[in-house]
């Protein structure tokens, strides 16, 4: 089926629980580090390095944080407005690094010394996460209505979600001149929300329905990201936490 490529998993089971402060919103792991966002606006930090004896380590206690993306020893933290810098290479203390702010971000990756961030005020901004220099900003033409909800990042090519627009994909290869856009995937009658990458040539994407009391799971093939194309959809009622 054209479903083929996800498997289900019969072995899969619980190693180990966590106690959070609120609802989960997200997590993130870079090493042995499990980073888990909390509905409180705090970022738990946990010891995953033996998943069935998890171990809670230091916190970070920020107002709405968003997301949070490594680069080396300091993590980013995504509020909206501001997205503070902490040393987190004492994974018990985790220190703010006074005066180093990224600016304004809702979503973010780091990768090859790069940062992909998406925000109120542009669609796709590139930034050396190490300087906070702005290498790069790019709007998508004909969807300024359109707020970016999420980005991923697949070889050269970066993925950007937009609201009720859909999914717009754009090179990476001259990053130090100015990313070019390659693709557009339509869903003009859903809001994204958010977007994975799997196995670099499919997009799990995450929409609220038009009706406003459900969910859809488009999965999606992005091998081309001229021409891609929606494999299979799920929907899902309102009163389930996504993520």
Known sequence: SAA?????????YEADSIMTHGN??????ADSTLYLMNSDSSVQMFDIITPSTLYARGEISETAALDIALCHDTAYVACGDTTPLYDVSDKDNPVLLEGCDMGGVERLIIEDDYAYVVSADADLKIVDPLTLELISVKNIEGAEAYQARDVALSGQNVFVAKDSYGIVVFDSQDI??????????????????SLDIYNSDRIFALAHLPSGDGYEVEYID???PTSMDTLWRYSFSQDVTVN
């Open 4 to 12: 083929s490529d996800v498997y289900k998993r019969q072995d899969i």
């Open 24 to 29: 989960a919103t997200g997590i993130v792991t």
């Open 176 to 193: 130090e001149e100015s990313p070019s856009e390659v693709g557009v995937f339509n869903l003009p009658n859903t809001s994204m929300q």
């Open 222 to 224: 992005c091998s081309d």
